[in-house]
């Protein structure tokens, strides 16, 4: 039976999993970072006044949204703003669905197409850019790094601030690379080499196996990934000719069987 690594982290990796799983794969669960709510009550009030300034709060993941909705519960006012007027951008369905599980009614979220070539900043800002205008604020939630920095691309903060825009954004959760132990270093060396597929859905984690397994070599091991900078991440640590699956699940379990 193939094995199929899910590197995701690990409230996050469920639905792939299962997935995988119904094709008649292996699954094989290593998370590589983890994900922790970082919001403090002093943060929490700043954020909370950054929300009620704002017309549009950009998730750039549903960990994003489903940690600032943790982390602000001891001020549920925050949430009035989105079910009335402010937009809720973001890349993906699965961020959307983690905003329609907090409340967030449907026609107050915005994001790509699903039929765009890849879900990302660039197609969402094709979504978005009609509502931009100067003065227009936009309140990026994103993670942090493990220095605590609000970490992630700005190619969308670049457009807004090209369009007028005041962007400013907070960190709502922090994600910390996942130290494997000498036994899931060695297995790993034994997925590396055996035929298994990989799966990465983030360059964080792709990054985060490699400097933990540095004396690997990648060159033969399968590889499937959501996104073109992913993939050329990976060729620069080694791994070759990475298949990029395009948005969607059945599209993702496509890729996987084309390597079998």
């Given at each position: 039976?193939?094995?199929?690594?899910?590197?995701?982290?690990?409230?996050?990796?469920e639905?792939?999993?299962?997935?995988?799983?119904?094709?008649?794969?292996?699954?094989?669960?290593?998370?590589l970072?983890h994900?922790?709510p970082?919001?403090?009550?002093?943060?929490t009030?700043?954020?909370?006044?950054?929300?009620?300034?704002?017309?549009?709060?950009?998730?750039?993941?549903?960990?994003?949204?489903?940690?600032?909705n943790?982390?602000?519960?001891?001020l549920p006012?925050?949430?009035?703003?989105?079910?009335q007027?402010?937009?809720?951008?973001?890349?993906?369905?699965?961020?959307?669905a983690?905003?329609?599980?907090m409340?967030?009614?449907a026609?107050?979220?915005?994001?790509?197409?699903?039929?765009?070539?890849h879900?990302?900043?660039?197609?969402?800002?094709?979504?978005?850019?009609?509502?931009?205008?100067?003065g227009?604020e936009v309140?990026?939630?994103?993670?942090a790094?493990?220095?605590g920095?609000?970490?992630?691309?700005?190619?969308?903060?670049?457009q807004l601030?090209?369009?007028?825009a005041?962007?400013?954004a907070?960190a709502?959760?922090?994600?910390?690379?996942?130290?494997?132990?000498?036994?899931?270093?060695?297995?790993?060396?034994?997925?590396?080499?055996?035929?298994?597929?990989?799966?990465?859905s983030?360059s964080?984690?792709?990054?985060?196996l490699v400097?933990?397994?540095?004396?690997?070599?990648?060159?033969?091991?399968?590889?499937?990934?959501?996104?073109?900078?992913?993939?050329?991440?990976?060729?620069?640590?080694?791994?070759q000719s990475?298949?990029?699956?395009?948005?969607?699940?059945?599209?993702?379990?496509?890729?996987?069987?084309?390597?079998t």
């Open positions: 039976m193939t094995q199929v690594v899910v590197t995701r982290p690990a409230q996050d990796a639905g792939w999993v299962s997935a995988v799983q119904s094709e008649g794969f292996e699954a094989i669960r290593l998370p970072l994900v922790l970082i919001l403090n009550s002093d943060q009030k700043r954020t909370f006044d950054k929300i009620q300034s704002s017309q549009a709060l950009m998730f750039v993941s549903a960990n994003a949204a489903r940690m600032l943790q982390g602000m519960t001891d006012a925050w949430k009035d703003r989105l079910l007027e402010t937009r809720s951008w973001c890349t993906g369905p699965g961020t959307a983690a905003l329609r599980q409340g967030v009614p026609h107050q979220i915005d994001q790509p197409a699903l039929t765009s070539a879900l990302d900043s660039e197609a969402l800002w094709d979504a978005v850019k009609g509502q931009v205008r100067p227009f309140l990026f939630i994103r993670g790094d493990e220095s920095a609000v970490a992630g691309r700005d190619w969308l903060e670049q601030e090209s369009a007028g005041k962007v400013s907070v709502a959760y922090q994600r910390l690379a996942v130290n494997l132990t000498l036994a899931q270093k060695l297995q790993v060396q034994d997925l590396a080499t055996n035929g298994a597929i990989w799966l990465f983030s964080a984690c792709l990054q985060s400097l933990q397994c540095p004396d690997i070599n990648w060159s033969q091991a399968k590889l499937v990934v959501t996104h073109p900078r992913i993939a050329a991440l990976a060729q620069q640590l080694g791994w990475p298949t990029i699956a395009p948005p969607g699940i059945q599209s993702l379990l496509a890729s996987i069987k084309s390597l």
